[in-house]
């Protein structure tokens, strides 16, 4: 079993051509060889309850149409704290695996407490978008970065935390040993960044067991990434689908 841990769906409206493009993510999963595909929909700033809640819907929608093929990450802004406990709920009880965060707050503030004691709750995991620029993302003034993700994780052990495209958010050697200070926390491996050693670094300062394999729409290099990676074809395995089977069987204990 080959699972991308990271993908997103096409935002519907106003893309004429969105479910072209949902089919072609689902095309491009049968050429390489992934069997499932763990999707969030983002949708447009402001993060507003009437927005997330539009986007979760459109995914429960393409996990009704592809249902051996899409799982879903359930995307809130959690500075709605009653909204996205609720949401997160209502989610996973439909079938969702997880919960996505994107740059709405660093991911160590207070304001995420309550989401990450749900979560341990359920049994699901959070996924957020992480990063390490060497310059200032204006856009982007709240993003996590592994340090905010293992103060997070330390402060919750039984918290399953990934911290997003470790091959596309920057400084991916600094990434990694930050997060070696938190071992609960896991990092996938998407990101359009295919430098040699990234994957082997990874192994070496984290353990092969907290790798997940995803590409984040980066489908080529993210397959190829750890296909030619220098590693042993049971550490192969493990990433390509073994530790997501593993994270998404604690929803079922959970349950």
């Keep these: 079993m080959v699972i991308d841990a990271h993908a997103h769906l096409t935002w519907r409206s106003p893309q004429s051509d969105w479910e ?3 089919r072609s993510l689902i095309d491009a999963a049968d050429r390489l060889g992934i069997d499932q595909l763990a999707c969030s929909n983002l949708c447009p700033r402001p993060a507003v309850p009437e927005n997330f809640t539009q986007g979760n819907e459109w995914v429960l929608d393409s996990m009704r149409e592809y249902p051996d093929r899409i799982l879903g990450y359930c995307f809130v802004n959690p500075g709605w704290i009653r909204e996205a406990a609720e949401e997160v709920r209502k989610r996973v009880d439909q079938g969702f695996i997880g919960v996505k965060l994107y740059n709405e707050y660093f991911c160590n503030e207070p304001v995420l407490f309550p989401l990450a004691e749900l979560c341990i709750e359920l049994g699901v995991p959070i996924l957020t978008h992480a ?35 470790l091959g596309g958010g920057g400084d991916w050697e600094w990434q990694i040993k930050a997060l070696r200070s938190a071992p609960t926390a896991y990092a996938d491996t998407s990101g359009s960044v295919v430098d040699e050693g990234l994957i082997e670094m990874a192994v070496e300062v984290m353990g092969v067991e907290r790798l997940l394999f995803a590409c984040d729409m980066s489908m080529t290099a993210g397959v190829g990434k750890i296909r030619g990676a220098q590693i042993s074809d049971e550490q192969r395995e493990m990433i390509f689908g073994g530790n997501m089977q593993r994270i998404l069987a604690q929803r079922g204990e959970a349950q």
């Design 131 to 165: 990063g390490h620029s060497h310059y200032y993302v204006e856009r982007q003034p709240r993003m996590s970065g592994a340090t905010h993700i293992a103060e997070l994780a330390n402060r919750y052990p039984e918290l399953m935390i990934i911290c997003g495209h």
């Design 20 to 22: 072209e493009r949902d």
